[in-house]
């Protein structure tokens, strides 16, 4: 959502606020407005975020209170009036806030949904080329065990993540084990070689 757009909501909400003050203030205290004055703080719940919704009920409280006063509505202590405006500008917040937390509620699900068409696109995809690897007989090297696509040889690891999008890691089996022990032993205690026996010592002279 970018800037422009968002001033373009906070003045369309800002004349929402001022024409409803005038034409409660037209209509006096007789005429129960009081509901419309939810549209300001709902339209920054859906468009912007939390503190404009605060800010605009803040407003909406404020004008209605000044309109209160400017009815000439009459009551029995001032108190009655302030109490009335805390109140609204509770009612104001939280209905901005509801908005607020719907709207996010539902992007959410949007981009939730999105997520998991793509997911299953790609699932259907990977089921689609593993059956079709499997109806193909699948050529594999005797000596280098790599295999062979569509006229590339590739090693086991490759294809099993190119071509099945399997995650893999490596890891040594008990057998590959047990061979470098050996190789180990082997290079640290290297057999001894049979000992050629030496000639005999020619014999002295008489």
Known sequence: MNKLFRLKVVAASLANLLVLSYIVYLAGYNFLFFIFFFIPAAMCGWY???????C???????SWCVVDILSNHYYPSDLLRYANTVICFLAF??????????????TEQVRVSQELGKTLEELKRSTE??????S????????????????????????LTHQ????????????????????VEQSEFPESFPVQPQPAALAGSA
Request: charged share 20%; proline share 1%.
């Open 164 to 183: 099945l999008n399997t995650k893999i890691t490596y890891g040594v089996s008990p057998e590959a084990m047990q061979e470098v022990l050996v190789n």
């Open 48 to 54: 912007l975020g939390r503190v404009s919704v605060l």
């Open 56 to 62: 605009m009920a803040v407003l909406s409280g404020v």
């Open 129 to 134: 080329d593993a059956r079709k690897l499997q």
């Open 93 to 106: 917040a939280i209905i901005g806030l509801l908005m607020q937390r719907l709207r996010h509620s539902l």
């Open 136 to 159: 193909q007989l699948q050529v594999v090297c005797a000596w280098t065990k790599r295999i062979n696509i569509e006229g590339r040889w590739v090693a086991l690891d490759e294809f």
